[in-house]
């Protein structure tokens, strides 16, 4: 079986449907297929000041969100990247082998540190692009389902992985990217050409999975659209009906043509509360399902326990052998 591997931050209260639709959906799915590996990123999550309280809470919230998704503990190894201490370790040695342009020309990078101005951003933060290859290469990992925002990081990623490779001997399994167009970049409600974004988007813009029915519906309805009065997909122009064409067509399983011909002649308000029922419809039994699995902290950790354990045993094995090569001498 061909394995998977992905990862996500612990950084709000929720996921989104950006992450849900973007990202979680295909874990869930290709857990049937692949020796599927998924991960709270915990480690990634304090390169930027984030409350120990609050970090917490919010690794319980994501991994009940996983499992809450979907992701069966039986078939998927869901963990704490900060439980396999092997992650900071490849880290090290793969920031050794990072150019400091390479690490720079990070575009996250660039974006996340525009906002504390770059000199009061973490040297954690400039790294972090490479703790994500740790991740990705230490699992070996054939393929990674993310969104069209982590392209560049899987790049990086497989040129670290080869050139580790090509330095010290065949060692990593060069991941692809697997990113499924129609989902890629779900935007913003009220800023249609920015991604929805747990960090940058306002309230209004996002669509949190474990939010209520009423604000979730008031946000669709609230969402901006164009001028005009028809359902079309036109992404130049109707940058906020396109956006919600796609999320109707993901969640609902119609394609968007038939969409566009179904609303016809009936304006955006007819539209949009279709969407805010197909959202809540998706995001209802998850929350529901979240909040039981919150409401047993101890079995919740007992799950990530033995995640953790599964998670181990490769990346010790990846690790054992990563040392050896590069010459570091043999602890007897
Ligand atoms: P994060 O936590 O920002 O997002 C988790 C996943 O959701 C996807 N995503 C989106 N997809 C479509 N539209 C959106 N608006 C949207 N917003 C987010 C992201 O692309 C991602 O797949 N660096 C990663 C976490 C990470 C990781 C890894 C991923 C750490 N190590 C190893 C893969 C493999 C991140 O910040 O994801």
């Given amino acids: ?32 297929t692949h020796d599927a590996f998924y991960c709270v990123v915990d480690l990634h999550a304090i390169t930027v000041p984030t409350e120990p309280d609050a970090l917490r809470r919010r690794s319980r919230v994501a991994a009940a969100q996983l499992f809450a998704a979907g992701l069966d503990p039986e078939r998927s190894t869901v963990f704490v990247q900060s ?9 090290w040695v793969l920031i050794c082998l990072t150019g400091m ?4 020309r990070m575009t996250q990078f660039k974006d996340k540190s525009a906002k504390f101005g770059e000199s009061a951003a973490s040297v954690g933060l400039f790294t972090y692009p490479i703790l994500q290859a740790a ?26 992985g080869q050139r580790f490779n090509h330095r010290f001997g065949d060692t990593f399994t060069l991941p692809d990217p697997y990113i499924l167009k129609e989902v890629e970049k779900i935007t913003d ?3 249609p050409t920015a991604k929805m974004s747990k960090s940058s988007s306002s309230p209004a813009g996002i669509l949190d ?7 979730l519906r008031k946000k669709v309805m609230r969402a901006v659209t164009d001028t005009g009065s028809e359902v079309l997909f036109d992404e130049a122009n109707k940058p906020g009906i396109s956006n919600l064409l796609r999320i109707q067509s993901a969640l609902t399983g119609t394609p968007i043509p038939e969409l566009v011909a179904r609303y016809e002649g009936q304006g955006y308000g007819t539209f949009k509360k279709d969407v805010a029922e197909a959202v809540e419809q998706t995001f209802a039994p998850i929350r529901e399902r979240t909040e039981k699995l919150l409401a047993d902290e101890k079995e919740l950790d007992r799950m990530l326990a033995i995640g953790a354990e599964r998670a181990s045993a490769v990346a010790k094995e990846t690790m054992a052998q990563v040392r050896d090569r590069v010459g570091f001498l043999p602890k007897l």
């Fill in 1 to 32: 079986r061909p394995r998977v591997l992905s990862g996500i931050q612990p950084t709000a209260d929720s996921f989104h449907l950006g992450n849900y639709l973007g990202a979680v959906r295909q874990w869930v799915t290709m857990q049937e």
């Fill in 83 to 91: 439980h396999v201490r092997e992650h900071t370790e490849l880290a």
């Fill in 101 to 104: 342009g390479e690490a720079g």
């Fill in 135 to 160: 991740d990705i290469l230490l699992y070996q990992a054939n393929l990674v389902p993310v969104g069209a925002d982590q392209k560049q990081h899987l790049e990086l990623t497989r040129d670290l």
């Fill in 189 to 191: 409600l009220q800023d």
């Fill in 209 to 215: 999975v474990l939010e209520q029915p009423g604000p």
